[in-house]
């Protein structure tokens, strides 16, 4: 049931003390499950602008910098900024080839300076990987020192800690009676959706991105999508709950949360770039 509010009316005491691990198992029953992602390490690039624990969603202005994307909420199961309501998997498929196109940049200074390659990574990940860990653990209630969980003693920042992260916000959100809210699950998803947008891929051509990245720079971008895949996994606990219905309208499940994360069919910034990138190296290797 929900109330006037959209929210639903789940108690700790109606929520499974057992939740469904998201998590792959291994083969063998003595090892440990796998991680939901391989860790990773990269380089703090915004160690000298770092997040300033304010207001997620204005954090740009007070960075000086303009976002110029805007998501555009045409129905529940479509991602930001593309409408595939009432295709086929094939038309979905081909639009996503077509979506590969030049758009107007993303990003601009307030200063009116060029905005760098590596201007742009160390301002989203201080943005989406820091203040996004940030937002999310506030909403669901989870306390969390975010600089001393994911920054390691090289001075490095490690992924590790973004598995097993859907399960902690869960359990918190339960503590909070909040697992199951599904005006907490909007604002989640409304995060998850807007972080998506702005890791799309810029270009000055077809082919041809407008930013030349390093292999590090290029896997700070990726450890970004890794957690808003993150953040899915979390909204599907939610889901999971006995219990938990939804209308049409709403459209809350799998679908309407891997549809609004659909990064099969756009392209996120960078990770063509890796690719090549990983390849040049495996083939230096022998």
């Known amino acids: 049931e929900t109330d006037g509010s959209g929210s639903s009316s789940f108690s700790a005491s109606q929520v499974p003390t057992k939740?469904?691990?998201?998590?792959m198992p291994q083969l063998s029953p003595n090892m440990p499950p796998r991680p939901e992602f391989t860790p990773f390490q990269v380089p703090n690039f915004c160690e000298s602008n770092p997040y300033d624990d304010k207001d997620f969603w204005?954090?740009?202005e007070r960075c000086g910098w303009i976002v110029h994307a805007e998501d555009a909420r045409c129905h529940v199961l479509c991602?930001?900024?593309l409408?595939?309501?009432g295709m086929s998997e094939e038309e979905i498929l081909e639009e996503s080839r077509l979506n590969r196109d030049v758009r107007d940049p993303m990003f601009s200074r307030l200063d009116n300076k060029p905005v760098l390659a590596s201007d742009k990574v160390a301002f989203l990940q201080a943005w989406l990987f820091f203040g996004l860990l940030t937002v999310v653990s506030d909403l669901c209630g989870l306390e969390i020192d975010v600089a001393?969980?994911?920054i390691i003693d090289n001075g490095m920042i490690s992924t590790a800690k973004l598995n097993g992260l859907p399960l902690r916000w869960f359990e918190a959100a339960v503590k909070t009676q909040r697992a199951g809210d599904k005006t907490l699950m909007e604002n989640i998803l409304n995060l998850a959706r807007h972080s998506f947008l702005m890791l799309s891929e810029e270009l000055v051509s077809e082919s041809t991105p407008k930013f030349v990245y390093s292999y590090a720079q290029c896997r700070t971008l990726q450890s970004l999508e890794i957690l808003v895949r993150i953040i899915g996994l979390h909204l599907l606990l939610h889901t999971r709950m006995p219990g938990f219905t939804t209308t049409e309208n709403e459209g809350w499940g799998r679908d309407?949360?891997?549809g609004s994360l659909?990064?099969?069919i756009r392209y996120t910034e960078g990770m063509d770039q890796l690719s090549g990138l990983a390849i040049a190296e495996l083939r230096?290797?022998?």
């Not at 939740?19 to 998590?23: G, K, Q, R």
């Open 19 to 23: 939740f469904v691990n998201l998590t």
């Open 58 to 60: 204005t954090y740009p």
């Open 79 to 81: 991602p930001p900024r």
């Open 83 to 85: 409408c595939l309501h």
């Open 148 to 150: 001393a969980e994911f």
């Open 256 to 258: 309407r949360i891997s």
């Open 262 to 264: 659909r990064f099969a």
């Open 284 to 286: 230096k290797q022998g």
